[in-house]
Protein backbone atom coordinates (compact mmCIF):
# COMPACT_ATOMS: atom_id res chain seq x y z
CA UNK A 1 0.00 0.00 0.00
CA UNK A 2 1.49 3.67 -0.82
CA UNK A 3 0.70 6.31 1.91
CA UNK A 4 0.38 9.90 0.81
CA UNK A 5 1.61 12.49 2.93
CA UNK A 6 1.10 15.85 2.00
CA UNK A 7 2.73 19.32 3.22
CA UNK A 8 -0.33 21.76 3.87
CA UNK A 9 1.16 25.32 4.28
CA UNK A 10 0.36 26.54 0.48
CA UNK A 11 0.29 30.49 1.40
CA UNK A 12 4.01 30.01 2.76
CA UNK A 13 4.93 27.52 0.00
CA UNK A 14 4.72 24.93 2.20
CA UNK A 15 7.55 26.36 3.57
CA UNK A 16 8.81 23.39 6.39
CA UNK A 17 8.98 25.34 10.01
CA UNK A 18 9.85 23.41 13.31
CA UNK A 19 6.03 22.35 13.41
CA UNK A 20 5.81 21.19 10.00
CA UNK A 21 8.91 19.11 10.50
CA UNK A 22 8.09 17.77 13.67
CA UNK A 23 4.69 16.19 11.89
CA UNK A 24 6.17 14.97 9.37
CA UNK A 25 8.62 13.49 11.35
CA UNK A 26 5.77 11.59 14.15
CA UNK A 27 3.95 10.73 10.04
CA UNK A 28 6.63 9.19 8.74
CA UNK A 29 7.65 7.09 11.73
CA UNK A 30 4.05 5.88 12.05
CA UNK A 31 3.65 4.62 8.71
CA UNK A 32 6.74 3.00 8.55
CA UNK A 33 6.08 1.05 11.33
CA UNK A 34 2.78 0.15 9.50
CA UNK A 35 3.14 -3.12 7.93
CA UNK A 36 0.70 -2.38 5.70
CA UNK A 37 2.91 0.40 3.97
CA UNK A 38 5.53 -0.26 1.47
CA UNK A 39 5.98 3.59 0.34
CA UNK A 40 5.42 6.94 1.43
CA UNK A 41 4.94 9.63 -1.14
CA UNK A 42 5.38 13.18 0.46
CA UNK A 43 3.57 15.97 -1.65
CA UNK A 44 2.69 19.45 -0.93
CA UNK A 45 -0.62 21.12 -1.29
CA UNK A 46 -1.66 24.62 -3.65
CA UNK A 47 -0.09 23.36 -6.82
CA UNK A 48 2.43 25.84 -6.83
CA UNK A 49 5.36 24.51 -4.75
CA UNK A 50 6.65 20.91 -3.53
CA UNK A 51 8.14 22.40 -0.89
CA UNK A 52 10.37 25.78 -0.21
CA UNK A 53 12.36 24.77 1.97
CA UNK A 54 13.05 25.65 5.36
CA UNK A 55 10.85 28.80 7.24
CA UNK A 56 13.11 31.38 6.71
CA UNK A 57 10.73 33.74 8.31
CA UNK A 58 10.84 31.42 11.66
CA UNK A 59 14.33 30.86 11.54
CA UNK A 60 15.80 34.62 11.00
CA UNK A 61 15.04 35.98 14.61
CA UNK A 62 16.68 32.94 15.98
CA UNK A 63 20.71 33.01 16.61
CA UNK A 64 22.03 29.32 15.93
CA UNK A 65 22.15 28.82 19.54
CA UNK A 66 18.76 28.98 19.79
CA UNK A 67 17.33 27.14 17.23
CA UNK A 68 20.28 24.16 18.15
CA UNK A 69 18.60 24.42 21.60
CA UNK A 70 14.78 24.04 20.25
CA UNK A 71 15.76 20.93 18.32
CA UNK A 72 15.31 22.62 15.15
CA UNK A 73 18.46 19.93 13.68
CA UNK A 74 16.90 17.39 14.97
CA UNK A 75 14.06 17.85 13.06
CA UNK A 76 16.34 17.94 9.91
CA UNK A 77 18.35 15.28 10.85
CA UNK A 78 15.74 12.72 10.32
Given at each position: RTALLTLNRPKA???????????TVEATEALDRDPDVGCIVITGSGGKAFAAGADIKEMQPQSYMDMYLSDWFTAWDR
Open positions: LNALSLEVMRE
